[in-house]
């Protein structure tokens, strides 16, 4: 087996806040590298695992709020590319591939796991807060109320997340958190865009009625 995949290191434990937020896909090269790993090449693959394990990583983590399930659940999600590499065929990108194979076993997983001890970093979570002057007003202000008020939405707002549907967590996590576009996270369901939209604005609707009293 390829080294990058036996030796990816992630803490089983972790402050939530040390979940990265996802960088931009840099998919130059990726054709190339997967034409390598298909012909035999270990260290192409290696490659390949070095620039998506973070965001593998972090998409698992935030669908499941455990690090320890999203260590093991980015690694052997790596391990499933790896072995189903010579049936790619590049009709999609790699990492829409790579992404398909991860979100499909952290789904089976929490079908048959239900254990999520870890919060949800707010510094990963992007709900367009921006335009949110209630929450702006909350969060803005450096005093001890404040980081009060962090920790009991960020509280509220894991319990929240824990309540959708496995699917719409996902696309929340696809969209708002790894900030794919629609028609991108549509590829990796195998789903069409309009699916995508109608799961993500109910689910952002379901998120605004369960923290509406908190953020008054």
């Given at each position: 087996?390829s080294g990058a995949i036996a030796l990816m290191d992630f803490p089983a434990e972790r402050p939530a806040t040390a979940v990265p937020a996802a960088p931009p896909?840099?998919?130059?090269?990726?054709?190339?590298?997967?034409?390598?790993?298909?012909?035999?090449?270990?260290?192409?693959?290696?490659?390949?695992?070095?620039?998506?394990?973070?965001?593998?990583?972090?998409?698992?983590?935030?669908?499941?709020?455990?690090?320890?399930?999203?260590?093991?659940?980015?690694?052997?999600?790596?391990?499933?590319?790896?072995?189903?590499?010579?049936?790619?065929?590049?009709?999609?990108?790699?990492?829409?591939?790579?992404?398909?194979?991860?979100?499909?076993?952290?789904?089976?997983?929490?079908?048959?796991?239900?254990?999520?001890?870890?919060?949800?970093?707010?510094?990963?979570?992007?709900?367009n807060a921006e335009h949110d002057p209630d929450l702006v007003q909350l969060i803005s202000h450096k005093n001890p109320r404040r980081d009060i008020n962090l920790?009991?939405?960020?509280?509220?707002?894991?319990?929240?997340?824990?309540?959708?549907?496995?699917?719409?967590?996902?696309?929340?996590?696809?969209?708002?958190?790894?900030?794919?576009?629609?028609?991108?996270?549509?590829?990796?369901?195998?789903?069409?865009?309009?699916?995508?939209?109608?799961?993500?604005?109910?689910?952002?609707?379901?998120?605004?009625?369960?923290?509406?009293?908190?953020?008054?």
């Amino acid at each position: 087996m390829s080294g990058a995949i036996a030796l990816m290191d992630f803490p089983a434990e972790r402050p939530a806040t040390a979940v990265p937020a996802a960088p931009p896909v840099d998919e130059s090269g990726d054709r190339e590298l997967v034409r390598l790993a298909q012909s035999g090449d270990a260290n192409a693959f290696d490659e390949l695992v070095v620039r998506y394990q973070e965001r593998i990583y972090a998409l698992v983590y935030h669908m499941t709020s455990n690090h320890e399930d999203a260590g093991d659940l980015a690694q052997e999600a790596f391990v499933k590319a790896w072995k189903a590499l010579r049936n790619f065929k590049g009709d999609s990108s790699f990492y829409t591939w790579v992404y398909r194979i991860a979100v499909n076993h952290a789904l089976n997983h929490l079908k048959t796991r239900r254990a999520r001890t870890q919060h949800l970093s707010l510094n990963d979570l992007d709900f367009n807060a921006e335009h949110d002057p209630d929450l702006v007003q909350l969060i803005s202000h450096k005093n001890p109320r404040r980081d009060i008020n962090l920790r009991e939405l960020g509280e509220r707002l894991n319990a929240a997340m824990q309540k959708l549907s496995e699917e719409h967590r996902t696309v929340v996590t696809l969209h708002d958190i790894q900030g794919l576009p629609h028609d991108e996270i549509a590829k990796i369901l195998e789903c069409n865009p309009g699916t995508v939209r109608s799961r993500l604005f109910y689910a952002r609707q379901q998120l605004q009625a369960w923290l509406a009293d908190f953020l008054r």
